[in-house]
C-alpha cells in the first residue's frame, strides 16, 4: 500500500524474566490501526487466560495474563495511533503494566504522527 511507518523493537531479560517490546508509528495508517483496535471490547476467559480489551480515556487496551502469573501480553494504542506492545515471561500483568507505563506513553503520545509524503 505504500504507508510509510516506524517500528521499534527491544528485548530485556533478567535472570528467569524477560520482556520483548514494540512501538510501531504507522504514519498514514495510525487511523486504521486505531479503528481495528476499537473494534473489540470486552472480556475473555479460558482454562490458561484472561483477556480484556477496553478504552481509558484516548487510548485503547489489549491484556493478556496468563493464571499462573508467569506471562502477560499488554498492547496500548495511544491516541496518536502510535501502538506499544509487550510480551512478558517470569512476570504478570501488573509488573508488565508498570514497565510500559514507565516508558514515557506521554511523550509517545505528544509527538506528531509521521507525515505522509505528497506526490509531485
Known amino acids: 500500500m ?19 517490546l514494540e512501538v510501531l508509528d504507522a504514519g498514514g495508517a495510525a487511523g486504521i490501526l ?13 482454562e490458561t487466560s484472561y ?12 491484556e493478556k495474563r496468563w493464571k499462573d502469573g508467569k506471562r502477560a501480553e499488554l498492547t496500548v494504542v495511544l491516541s496518536n495511533g502510535v501502538m506499544v506492545s509487550a510480551k512478558a ?7 508488565l503494566d508498570a514497565a510500559v507505563k514507565g516508558l514515557g506513553l506521554e511523550q ?11 506526490k509531485s
Open 34 to 46: 486505531a479503528m481495528i483496535s476499537g473494534l473489540q471490547t470486552g472480556e475473555r476467559e479460558t
Open 89 to 95: 515471561r517470569g512476570m504478570g500483568l501488573p509488573a
Open 2 to 20: 505504500g504507508v510509510l511507518g516506524s517500528t521499534a523493537r527491544a528485548t530485556y531479560r533478567d535472570n528467569e524474566r524477560s520482556v520483548e
Open 108 to 118: 509517545l503520545e505528544a509527538a506528531q504522527p509521521a507525515a505522509t509524503p505528497q
Open 51 to 62: 483477556e480484556k480489551s477496553y478504552q481509558a480515556g484516548k487510548r485503547k487496551f489489549m
